[in-house]
């Protein structure tokens, strides 16, 4: 059995999306002068790998804590999308994959290696209308992407993110799967339990060949 954990680490350095707060990690305690150590933490919802809400888009969507657990456990597959030419991610691209009712599909499209980078880049790949309709459709329960919006940036109205959010499509974003082959895993994937909120952080694993 292999476990790749595909979550970014939370550090003060890493890229966060336009205009989210930066990452802010403090020492409040130290042993030397407190006896015992504590930090105070400091980041927006949608920081590092993150699972957004309806309610981050939807006026009465559901927030984080109401999502059912079994739509973020259980089997998935990373597509190895890094040979495609164009920005968006199309129907063309999914069309030939067995995707079903209550697919998990995880995208590797090569972007994580912005997500590496100081400065916001100016493209990445990102998921089509089309294509965000068509695995509505299919009502998969969960899609992933190795950016930090699987939205392309500056898009009016954020149809693609209401697409799939209304359709109750889990969606989980800035996964790391750099050193992930394409195929079947058993995913784990945890979000901070906040009550109330539109998206938060979350520990996301992949088991290969779990027994």
Known sequence: MKIYD??????????VWLGD??????????IARDGVALSHFSFGSHTGTHVDAP??????GKSLDLIPLEKMIGECEVL??????????????????????GSRILFK????????????????????LAAAEYLAKKEIALVGIDFLGIEKKSSPGHPVHKTL???????????NLADVPAGVYHMICLPMHVIGVDGA????VLIEGKS
């Open 109 to 128: 499209t090569g972007n994580y290696i912005l997500l590496t980078k100081k400065n916001f880049p100016k493209t990445y790949i990102s998921l089509s």
């Open 80 to 101: 190895d999308l890094t040979g495609i030419k164009h920005q968006e991610i199309q129907v063309s691209d999914l069309s030939s994959v067995g995707i079903k009712k």
């Open 6 to 15: 595909v979550t970014m680490p939370i550090h003060k350095d890493m890229l």
């Open 201 to 204: 952080p979350a520990r996301v």
């Open 165 to 175: 959010l209304s359709y109750g499509i889990v969606n989980v974003e800035g996964l």
């Open 21 to 30: 707060p930066k990452v802010s990690i403090q020492k409040t305690a130290t």
């Open 55 to 60: 309610s981050h888009f939807l006026a009465k």
